[in-house]
């Protein structure tokens, strides 16, 4: 079974980038036909999908960020990670990668607050 760990750091400055990578385990990221995502939840707030990167290394992102979001991935880690430049607090959230192959499979979750 597919799991997803997030790690990055959990406190960024306003204006800076974030950046997270998800660790993959029990597949690998190239394995047809899943989609791997980054997903947010702001505190008292409902969940928002920020974007996506397919096994082939297509990348699609939310309209409303993807001026300042970036994702990528390493295969030979087998991790993807996230990028969101630009933050502010309004940035705060529990960051969640996640996969999809006929199911979802989500990390448990890591929280970044954005704070000077």
């Known amino acids: 079974q597919v799991q997803l760990q997030e790690s990055g750091p959990g406190l960024v400055k306003p204006s800076q980038t974030l950046s997270l990578t998800c660790t993959v385990s029990?597949?690998?990221?190239?394995?047809?036909?899943?989609?791997w995502s980054w997903i947010r939840q702001p505190p008292g707030k409902g969940l928002e999908w920020m974007g996506v990167?397919?096994?082939?290394?297509?990348?699609f992102y939310s309209p409303s960020l993807e001026s300042r979001t970036s994702i990528s991935r390493d295969t030979s880690r087998n991790q993807f990670s996230l990028q969101l430049s630009s933050v502010t607090p309004e940035d705060t959230a529990v960051y969640y990668c996640?996969?999809?192959?006929?199911?979802?499979?989500w990390g448990k979750g890591t929280l970044v607050t954005v704070s000077s």
């Open positions: 996640k996969a999809w192959l006929r199911r979802d499979y």
């Open positions: 029990g597949g690998s990221i190239t394995t047809s036909y899943y989609a």
């Open positions: 990167i397919d096994y082939d290394g297509r990348t």
